[in-house]
């Protein structure tokens, strides 16, 4: 297993989940997401309580226990791709307490064309699986009939989800720019170009 230490940054609909994974898979490396280390230590007892509590509560968990759980999944990985957090300036200042990284990399997309991506997915209500309209086309014609569009999808509810990102998450960008550690990244593009462009900049900052 590689130990690269990389961080991946970028706004929803950015392609960090697609890109993660498969960062993970060439470089051979853990793919940590926060939603995923939450789920797998839901019940580890931290100061402020265990993760169930709050999940179970439909309560976002609180900072002081998303990063002791995010430390717990670092500790256990040699090298990792980090998903997800932090998403506030405080995470980021704790993690840069709890690791050191060797690559900081934003996926930069413009807004239209991230609106254009996440309006664009489609549900199959009977599977849950994901599709898009123009990217990922179910070949079964059933299938496609009985795709429909997630309400958090539509452009006014995808359109304010990226004006939160932005108040949340651009100083936690900023702290990386400030550090001199961002590297800016086209994020558009087909997934391979992307992804090409992330390995080489990971490659040459590692």
């Known amino acids: 297993?590689?130990?690269?230490?990389?961080?991946?940054?970028?706004?929803?609909?950015?392609?960090?989940?697609?890109?993660?994974?498969?960062l993970a898979e060439a470089f051979d490396l853990e793919h940590v997401t926060t939603g995923d280390a939450l789920r797998a230590n839901k019940d580890v007892e931290?100061?402020?309580?265990?993760?169930?509590?709050?999940m179970d509560a439909g309560e976002l968990v609180p900072d002081e226990v998303v990063n002791e759980i995010?430390?717990?999944?670092?500790?256990?990985?040699?090298?990792?791709?980090?998903?997800?957090?932090?998403?506030?300036?405080?995470?980021?200042?704790?993690?840069?307490?709890?690791?050191?990284?060797?690559?900081?990399?934003?996926?930069?997309v413009d807004e239209d064309e991230l609106v254009r991506r996440l309006t664009g997915r489609r549900l199959d209500p009977e599977t849950g699986d994901i599709y898009h309209v123009e990217f990922d086309v179910p070949d079964d014609e059933a299938v496609r009939e009985r795709l429909v569009q997630r309400d958090d999808d539509t452009e006014e509810t995808v359109r304010e989800r990226l004006r939160v990102y932005r108040?949340?998450?651009?100083?936690?960008?900023?702290?990386?720019?400030?550090?001199?550690?961002?590297?800016?990244?086209?994020?558009?593009?087909?997934?391979?170009?992307?992804?090409?462009r992330v390995a080489e900049t990971i490659r040459e900052r590692a």
Request: no cysteine; net charge negative.
């Open 1 to 22: 297993m590689a130990d690269y230490h990389v961080l991946l940054l970028g706004a929803p609909g950015a392609g960090k989940g697609t890109q993660s994974k498969r």
């Open 46 to 54: 931290t100061e402020y309580g265990t993760p169930r509590e709050y």
């Open 70 to 108: 995010v430390e717990e999944a670092l500790s256990a990985a040699d090298g990792y791709v980090l998903d997800g957090y932090p998403r506030n300036l405080s995470q980021a200042e704790y993690l840069s307490d709890i690791t050191d990284l060797d690559a900081v990399v934003y996926l930069d």
């Open 167 to 196: 108040e949340s998450t651009e100083p936690v960008i900023e702290h990386y720019r400030e550090r001199g550690e961002l590297v800016e990244v086209d994020g558009e593009g087909s997934p391979d170009e992307v992804f090409d």
